[in-house]
């Protein structure tokens, strides 16, 4: 698998740290509690052995197709008792359905997918949109193959280690990137034509 250079690589990190900085707004009106970005690590690597650890553990995945002039994909990957805590941040005491869950995380992917796509597309100066996310609820080695099976479908992929401070509950999903070879050539090129 290729990789990104150290320059194109501290692009990214900063394209990555401001969609989260906004979406943290975003996700404080959503919730009306304070949200912050506490941490944030990109890696030219995918946390398969994290996942193949867990294997018996449940995830919920979120699937962002990027159409447009580029073509990229994403996955938001919450740990199934990461998913319940943003929830019982949201409901605090009530009662929620699995329905209510899944509505819900939709919603961050949308908030999150939305904010990196944006920054990429005003940098690069081309139509991209995130298309409509597709949710799985899996265990963590089924999660790892199908993530697997796609990697030679794309150039570059990257994953986006990140941690949320919602009232003292730390929330660390995954968010995994892969980029297209005209979509990393288009970053090279902006990068080192300005």
């Known amino acids: 698998m290729n990789k990104f250079k150290e320059e194109e690589n501290q692009f990214l990190l900063r394209i990555f740290s401001e969609a989260l900085q906004s979406a943290s707004k975003a996700f404080s009106q959503l919730l009306h509690k304070p949200v912050k970005v506490d941490f944030l690590e990109l890696r030219n690597e995918i946390p398969f052995q994290v996942l193949l650890d867990s294997e018996n553990e449940l995830y919920y995945n979120l699937t962002t197709s990027v159409k447009g002039e580029l073509l ?81 479908s794309w150039e570059i992929t990257l994953s986006l280690h990140s941690v949320f401070l919602i009232e003292e509950i730390y929330i660390s999903p995954i968010f995994i990137w892969n980029f297209s070879s005209e979509f990393v050539q288009e970053i090279i090129n902006n990068l080192h034509s300005k």
């Open 72 to 152: 990229a994909k994403s996955y938001l990957i919450f740990h199934h008792k990461d998913a319940e805590h943003l929830m019982k941040c949201c409901f605090s005491d009530k009662d929620y359905s699995q329905k209510e869950l899944e509505e819900f995380l939709l919603e961050i992917d949308n908030i999150l997918s939305a904010s990196v796509v944006s920054k990429l597309a005003d940098f690069l100066k081309k139509f991209i949109y995130g298309y409509v996310p597709q949710l799985q609820y899996e265990r963590g080695n089924l999660l790892y193959q199908s993530i697997f099976d796609e990697q030679h």
